[in-house]
């Protein structure tokens, strides 16, 4: 009688650990991660009488093998800016990369071979940083090839750098040498120098400001879960390259661009990280606007 009561309570209790390994919830899956960045430019448009020229500067120094605070270096981060603008150029653009490295030190850097928006885009991607070139320098080299006013007229001049002066030069005077002269610059700038104060100053010989450096913050956008009546905001973020966690599943990017510019549907899918990528700059045309998506295996967080 013993021996059967015993088989009987070690049954009920196979019985139960069964049961409850039937109930036992599954762990959650891992999230979807985005992350969204925008290279924006001024909003004015340039008065060109034939196609625009754009002229795109990428600062190679050694100060640029610093990282940015939670993302790759600088030299990277400019590598792919500038890549990213070059293969969103409008058809008929002439385009000119001058790299603000090499074996001189402190010089107006060395100007690619021209070729297809492809072409240099992929010889950007495999730059390396070296030695330091003065942005001043180059500025100033960038103006002295231009050959005429109507040629500055329709030139664009776009710097991806971190704005180190270990080289020296007088970069505000570089700038309006170079603005004055009738062309627009852009700064787009890596890390934490500021913009000099006196770069606000300066004023183009005709029609409104032709510069803009990058240091206001990146615009806001918000992750909306597509279907359904209304939109459901999943998130809100800086278009900054920070990376949030998401719900899987279908979702748009609203982005406070002027004009607004919504994205998607992108299916954001359990345990990826998908990169938007936009290029905002109006002053290269209608087509100056254009993004790029791409998904990967997220890396698993960090304890």
Do not use: K, N, Y
């Amino acid at each position: 009688m013993r021996r059967a009561r015993l088989r009987a309570t070690r049954g009920a209790l196979a019985l139960a650990g069964l049961l409850a390994a039937c109930v036992r919830p599954h762990s959650a899956p891992p999230p979807a991660r985005l992350s969204v960045e925008v290279l924006g430019g001024a909003a004015r448009v340039l008065p060109a009488p034939g196609p625009a020229a754009l002229v795109v500067l990428v600062d190679q120094g050694e100060s640029m093998r610093q990282r940015l605070d939670g993302g790759p270096s600088r030299a990277a981060a400019a590598r792919d800016g500038a890549a990213r603008l070059l293969r969103a150029a409008p058809p008929g653009t002439e385009l000119a990369v001058r790299v603000l490295a090499g074996d001189g030190l402190c010089d107006a850097g060395t100007v690619l071979p021209a070729g297809d928006p492809e072409l240099l885009a992929r010889t950007v991607s495999q730059l390396e940083p070296r030695s330091s070139s003065s942005l001043p320098a180059a500025l100033d080299a960038v103006r002295l090839g231009l050959r005429d006013s109507e040629q500055a007229a329709r030139t664009r001049v776009v710097a991806f750098t971190d704005l180190d002066a270990r080289c020296g030069g007088d970069l505000c005077a570089a700038a309006a040498a170079l603005v004055g002269a009738g062309s627009a610059l852009d700064l787009v700038v890596l890390g934490g120098h500021p913009a000099p104060s006196c770069l606000a100053g300066i004023e183009a010989s005709q029609g409104p400001p032709g510069f803009l450096a990058h240091a206001a913050p990146p615009p806001a956008f918000q992750v909306e879960a597509e279907g359904g009546p209304e939109a459901q905001v999943l998130a809100e973020g800086q278009a900054g390259g920070s990376v949030l966690e998401l719900p899987p599943g279908p979702a748009r990017i609203a982005l406070g661009l002027e004009p607004p510019l919504v994205l998607g549907p992108f299916d954001l899918a359990s345990g990826t990280l998908t990169r938007v990528r936009v290029v905002d700059l109006p002053r290269l045309g209608p087509a100056g606007r254009a993004w790029h998506v791409e998904t990967a295996p997220a890396e698993p967080a960090t304890p």
